[in-house]
């Protein structure tokens, strides 16, 4: 992975050097540093230390929404601590699942006051102490401030760290060079021992081995030199022992196998791992070794089993979690492209009899528009494999060729696989590999690659299940909430509606405005407990209510919305803020349920949030009763009314968090309504964990010329 972007060296020196302190300064032994863009909601993982990329590969794209320690701490804008791997697989089961080894992780928000930067993920041995200490955290935050200042720093100067820049892996620090009398003192120190030594670097490939150790494995040291142990010695490509060396790696604690090289000699490694690689002790085994111990059973089925296998159970974690089309896809590029050295892959589905590109990547676009509509009847390889059920490999391109005339689209290409994709025995569409080299496609990688398509094929049959709840969400949400606002003479209104991240994406949350006559009109704003249609349903029937009452005095109108509900017994909690505007008077009639406190900016600018006598939330009580306020609204002055979403912070006060969001509204004081509600809402996604709707409704008592 190298860099792809443009950016300053002394940018990436920052950052790299921040990264570098961290481990330094804390004693980690791994360290993540993730960039989030303004707005955005994936990170991107930005600088890597302590471990290969390979290891990262999963981990380079994260949601926010996503339950891992680095989303959580940039939703709850703190430090998350985990001190054991128990803890780890409690809290986090699917990193535990990919990663059971023994280590402590620390992530922490990298934050520049409401805006959220990034994020540090930092991981010591498992010998850590169970808590982090106060001096440790401390050293954190300062560490992660420093990231903050650098990122800033590269976006004033023209050059913020995106996505496009690729990873940056920091190499491991070399050790300080040995004299010549130290190096051969060593040596002969070395020469004297029984057994067979060998070093890794932290890539897995063999920098040094000696003659004892080659003769142990059966090559000779020239050849094994630069290698990785697992590729060059093919009894050695056992997930068992890749897993003993990524364990070693990330817990920089001594492992050890056993594993049989043929016919019938057991070889020992023992692991020693540094910040640098591993040193590995190579001496035969003790033939009365326990099979539990040993390595090697099974051949391999292709080079880099284990990673494969690691990346195949992230794949398999993930999937669970995929709750769109598009979702999927994208899983699917980032965790089988480069766990199964993919050069190119496409995703199509079924619709209608005919087969529709949901995604590809590496595939240039002629080829892509012959898949594209392909009916299912087809004779092309996308759709026969679905009427056959059965995969196509073809291991040249000559191959492929003679069975699909348009491959010469095509001609980077070496190898193919054509992958049915079939769930509960429906056709859900065909998944297309293209690789760089001809591949043999033995028989165990064909069950593997089916394997995988079984897989996805699930996913994809959810996820579709998931978009067609969603769009039909979304079309409900539509209809029950105004598909615009009325202009009312006299008035500049705005409005805003942005659903929870997590959930369907529908909720009870409503807001209307509804003109009443020359000089009056009404204004409401509500939330209905709940994130599903049976919510959406009852906030259309609230809002109905109220619709249907406005006109009479506020107190009269939540009164009988309340008496309505009541009779429903609806069993969900719902607040409503009624406001009647008097445009001729210059005043404004409140009533609330339960509802957030509105506020009232000032035509000076000065903000304040009106607390009003609270009356209790709708279909509690039949018989409450609803006092009214009435406020002057001279021109010039505003009122912004909002649902809880818009102010819920994790760890802070609802009160602070309300002052705070007054504060920002005052500033924008002689702005239009709809570039203050955009505003508004950029602030709250920085603040806010997106784990509620929020509605927002914003009016304004325009001056004599209209502004």
Known sequence: MGNRGRVPDSARFRLDAVVARAMRDTGATVALLYVLPPGGSILRLAVLAGVPSEIADPWVRVPLSAPLPVSDALKDRRLVWLGSQEELARRYPRPALVLPY????????VLAGA????????????????????????????????AARALLRARTQGHPITADHGLWVIPPVAATPASPVEAAAAADFVARLPGGFCTLDTSGRITHINDAGAGLVGARAEELRGTV??????WLADPHSEDRYRGALVSREPASFVALRPPDDWI?????????????YITRADRGTPPARIAGHTPPFTPGRAFALYHLMHLAATLTEAVGIQDVVELIAEQLVPAFRIQALAVLTVAEGRLRI??????????????????????????????????????????????FRPASLQEGLAAWAFLPLFASGRPVGTLVFGYERTRPFEPEERALLTSIAGLIAQALDRARLYDTKEQLAHSLQEHLLPHRLPRIGGLDVAA?????????????????VIPLDATTAAAAIGDVQGHNVTAAALMGQVRTAVHASAGAPPAEVLARTNRLLADLDADLFTSCLYVHLDLAGHRALLATAGHPPPLL??????????????????GVDRDARYPTTEIPLPPGAALALYTDGLVEVPGTDIDRSTTALAEQFGLYTGHPMEAVADSLVRYAKDVTPGSDDIALLLIEALRGDGG
Do not use: K
């Open 102 to 109: 023994n280590f402590s992780l620390a992530a922490s928000p």
């Open 115 to 146: 805006e959220s930067l990034g994020g540090l993920v930092l991981l010591w041995p498992g010998s850590h102490p169970e808590r982090l200490t106060e001096q440790e955290r401390a050293t954190v935050r300062g560490i992660c401030d420093d």
């Open 229 to 234: 142990p697992w590729e060059s010695l093919p």
């Open 268 to 280: 020992s490694f023992s692991l020693y791992p540094d910040a640098s690689g591993i040193s590995v």
């Open 358 to 403: 949901e995604g590809h990547r590496g595939f240039g676009d002629e080829l892509m528009e012959c898949f594209e509509g392909a009916p299912l009847t087809s004779d092309a390889p996308v759709a026969r494999v679905l009427s056959t059920g059965v995969p196509a490999f073809y291991r040249t391109f000559d191959e492929f060729r003679r069975a």
């Open 496 to 512: 805003r509606y942005l659903p929870a991240t997590r959930g369907m994406g529908i909720g009870g949350d409503f807001y209307d």
């Open 601 to 618: 900016r000032h035509p000076d600018g000065e903000t304040e949030v009106l607390r009003l006598p609270p009356g209790l939330l709708l």
